[in-house]
Each structure stands twice: as C-alpha cells, then as structure tokens.
C-alpha cells in the first residue's frame, strides 16, 4: 500500500486550522440565527403586539372597585322618611394567604371582638372573593373608625371603606313592609332578574325593596385601583379616573307610618299575628304588620353570623310575613261569605228564622257540630246569628246552599287566588273549589256534613290575613275593591267584585254593626266618635287545638258616613276575636280616623333600633 492511501485513510485532525475555521463559521451562523429570532421576537413583542401586551399589564397590575350607587330613599304618603341611604363605614382586608390575614386581622381582633370563628370566616370569603378585598366588620362605630384612623398607617392589609349604607328610622315597625337589604349572591347575580349586576352590588332581598329594586337601586360607578401580583391593593388612581355611580330613585308608598309604628306599639306583647289597614275605595294599604318582626337595621352592610342564625332558628319565625305569607282558617269571619250567597240566592232574608233553634250543636248526615256557646243562642234571625256568632244557624243556611254552591261562589269571591298586591312573597290561599277537589287533594269525596264546615270558615280554607281585609273593603265599598298596593299611585283595577243589591249589603252592615253593640261578640270595643263596624272569629288550631287563633276583620269610618279603613287582625293563639284581635283593630281604625278628622291621638313611642352608623342601640 503506498503512502498516499495510507494518508487518505488517516481521520481529520480536529485541531487542524480548517476544521476550527469551519466550525467557528457553523457556531456564528447558530448565534445570528438566534439573535434574528430573538430580534424579532423583541420587534413583534415591542413594536407589533405592544398594544396587546401593554394591555394584558394592565389588566395584571390594575382592577376595578364598584362605587355603589346610594339607594334611593322611601317615603310613606305623608312625605315621612321609612327608608334613608347615610354614609357609613365598613373595615375591610385585602385578599392574601391565611396567615397574612391572620396577621393583618390580628392588632385589631381585640377592638372589634373577633373571635376564632369571626376570623375564620373572613378567610373563607377572603378565598372565593376572586381578588376582591373582603369586608371585616360592616358597622364600625365613630370610636371604632376614629381608633383605625390613628393606626392606620402601621396596618397592613386593612382599610376602612365609606359607603352608604341603609337605614330604617322606624326599626323592627317597618320591617316586613321594606324588607332588608343584602350583596347579590351568584344565584341572584345570573339571574335574568338582575342582569347588569355585579359582584359585590347590593340588592333588596324582600319586601319593597326588593319589589322595587331597578327604581330604589341605581347604577353603581367604578373606581380604578392597582394591585400586586397577590391582589393586595396599592393604591388609587385619581377621581377623574372612575365612573360615578348614579343614585336610585325615591319612591313613596300608600302606608301611614304612624299607623303602622301605632300597630307596631299595641300589639299584644309576645303574641305572634299579623294585622292589615288599608282605604276601601282605593285598595291602599295603610299599615301591614306581623309579629314577631325583626329590626331590619341588622342586614345593613352585611348580617352577622350569630344574627342570623338566631333569627332562622327562632321558633316564632320572625322572618315571615305572616299578613302576606300566612294562611289561616278565617274561621266566623267567613260566615258573611255564607250570608251574601244565602241572600243573593234569596234562600234567606235577614229576619227569616232558621227551623231549628240553637241549643249548643246540632246533627247532620251522621255528624254532630258544636257551636261556641255550650247552651245555646235559641232561635236565630240572620242579623242575631251574626252578632252571637251562632254556628248552628250557619250550618242549616250552608246545608241549604249546598257544597257546590259554596264552593263556586267562594271560589268567584276570591279566596283561591292571591290579590296580586306588589309587595313579594303573597300566598294563595287555600280553599275547595268543588266536590273534585277534595278528591284530587286527598283522594276521597267529602261526605254530606262537609259542608258544615265549610259553612262557618273551617275545614280546608285558610285565607292570608291580607285576603281577608281585601273581602272586608268589597263589603265596605259598596260590593267592589279595587287590587290592595302598596306604591302611591292614582288608580288600580277592581280586583273583588261580590255582585251584591244594596239590599245585601244593608243586611250584612247591619249585622256587622251588631257585633260591636251591646250583647255582640265584641261588643266592648265600640268606638266613641266614630262607627265600628265587624266580625270576630275563633280559629282552628291544629299545632295546639286548646289555643284556636283570633280573628277580627271589620271597617269604620264617620258615623252617618262611608267607610274609610278597613281592618283585619289575626292573634296566635289568642283563643277570642273579641278579646285578643278586635282591641288592636279598634285602636288602629282609632288611631287613623282621630289622625284623619284633627282629633288627638295618644303619643308614639320610642322605638329601640341598631343604629348602622354608629353600631349601637339606640331609640328613634
């Protein structure tokens, strides 16, 4: 083999002065095409996409605060104050780990007497708040804003927030009439109801200001802040840089405050019930209270735990409306229903006697029924029997009539439907409308006697307080009432029509007007200056059948004159309408008239309330 081949067969020398050159060209080409990349990487990224990108920061390093927008104010028909928007002050916490809040929270647990739970609770909120800072403590009292405001600077983490907030001059008076005031949760804020809500905006959660949301609630603004990378709050921008938020508008209602502060202060102490006023002609509510209330001033900025919880846990449900949402026997109340249909049908007049006299009860298909009086009313005309109450009359004009024809006339009467009055949460009440419903209902036909009980308002009719009144205006108006409503406003639609002769309603008044005089079941609560007109009644009670509820539903008015209120209350187990319900009514209707015509009145009294700017109790 030659040399040469034996050269050629020899590997390249890696240090050879060719081979570095040709790898230090590879290597310069590598780094150029690096550099161009990263070059125009830069070039896109600085100049091409520097819009985006520069967007994309900020939306990182800035967020959006809602302003809210003061709510709009609520007046009664007399231009007094229900329902004020005031500033406030809240303390709130920046979102951040566990730790970090524990800490921020710890110099000021003392102050605002935070315990382990309050504080845990934070942090919960704190971890869905979605970078939102989280309120601490909703009321702060002056001392409480003005010791903050002297340490301000050495807490980390906190803030103290100025806002409006709500607040209820009248109290626990007022509440089941204006509800209350709560943050829009995820379920509310989803909803087609509250459509262009945000996160964090208050809303009304019953009663009329949840009725009236879009007028009382306005637009909240925006007010831009900057944040770090774990949301913490670093500061603001100046006030041209946010949107101001736009107030809610004032509305003003048919109630008379003093009325229902007046109900609010005679109510029989510890008794639950609900009483209804409204105007015969027009259907305006005056007053439309229930008890046990509740001071709405709680809910303002926020509810606290142990609030709460003691409300939804009290066995007397003080959450309930129960002149709107609770549905009773209406008991004898009812028997006036029996009297219009049994004098339409000209199957009664008002003197003709019934055959068979009261002498405590009497039997039929198999059945015996009592009436209220052990021993008797005797023989019965229809005026008598409605002032005495007599069941025994009632049974023989019901056995007459017919189930049928109770049933549909009840039913054309309204008392299977709601009113329709604005103001949340009205049920419908509960009552036969024929033999068929029984069967659909409880799967069986309801025997002959059935009828004795849907005679005298037992039996499976339940009516809200709220029905009752409105039945009560169509008697005291001439046979019509228009839809009860709670907003001022000019006219509504007739709501009840009885289709009743003047004939009729002369009967069923002057029945009505017995009940109040001597010898009627209510006889002690005639008024002195002015013509009471009503009918008590002694309710089934199924929770505890020795405690029956009390009704008293009636209207009065100038003596000589029409009707001007009409009155319904009910007493849980309050065991007598003349004694427990009739008292309350006749004292409101006294109160409104002596109001009305420029008689004195006996002074309101103070009413204890939370007052939300200060946090404190105090009287209004």
Partial sequence: MSRYQDLSLRPADPFHPHSRRQRSLWAVLAIVLMLGALGSAFFRTQIVRNGEFALRADDNRFDVLPIPAPRGAIYDRNGKLVAETVTGYSLMVDPGPADSIRAWLAPVAQMLALDSAAVHDVIGRARTSRGKPVQVAPRLSFEQVSRLEERQVPLRGLRLDRRPIRRYPAGAAVAHVVGYVLEANDRELQSKEFEGYVQGQHVGKTGIERQYER??????????????????????????????????????????????????????????????????????????YSAPSYDPNLFVGGIRSHDWAA?????????????????????????????????????????????????????????????????????????????????????????????????????????????????????????????????????????????????IGQGPNAQTPLRMAQFFSALAGNGTARAPHMLLRRETPVE?????????LQAVWQGMAAVIEAGGTAHAVELRRFKLYG???????SADPRKPHAWFTGFAGPRGGQPEIVVAVIVEFGESGGRAAAPVAARMAEYYLNKKHGYTNPPLADIPIVDPVRDTTRRE
């Fill in 535 to 541: 009918k008590t009644g002694t309710s089934q009670n």
């Fill in 496 to 504: 009840t029509d009885l289709r009743l002769s003047r004939q009729t």
């Fill in 311 to 455: 409300l939804n846990r009290d066995p007397a449900r003080p959450l309930l409306n129960r002149a709107v949402a609770g549905i009773y026997p209406p008991a004898s109340t009812w028997k006036l229903a029996t009297a219009i249909v049994g004098l339409e049908r000209r199957v009664i007049t008002p003197e003709y006697v019934m055959p068979v006299a009261c002498t405590g009860g009497m039997a039929y298909a198999g059945r015996y029924s009592r009436c209220m009086k052990r021993d008797g009313h005797g023989p019965q005309n229809l005026i008598q029997a409605i002032a005495n109450s007599c069941n025994v009359y009632f049974y023989q004009l019901g056995i007459r009539l017919g189930l049928d024809v109770l049933a549909a006339e009840g039913t054309r009467l309204g008392f299977s439907r709601p009113t329709g009055i604005d103001i949340p949460g009205e049920r419908t009440g509960t009552f036969p409308t024929g033999k068929s419903w029984y069967v659909d209902r409880f799967g069986w036909r309801p025997p002959p006697s059935e009828v004795m009980n849907v005679s």
């Fill in 215 to 288: 007028t009382l609630g306005g637009k909240p603004g925006a007010q831009f802040i900057e944040v770090n990378s774990r949301g913490q709050v670093l500061g603001r921008f100046a006030p041209t840089v946010e949107q101001p938020p736009r107030a809610g508008g004032d509305v003003r209602l048919t109630l008379d405050l003093d009325l229902q502060r007046y109900a609010h202060q005679v109510w029989p102490a510890g008794m639950r019930g609900a009483a209804v006023a409204m105007v015969p002609s027009t259907g305006e509510i005056l007053a439309l």
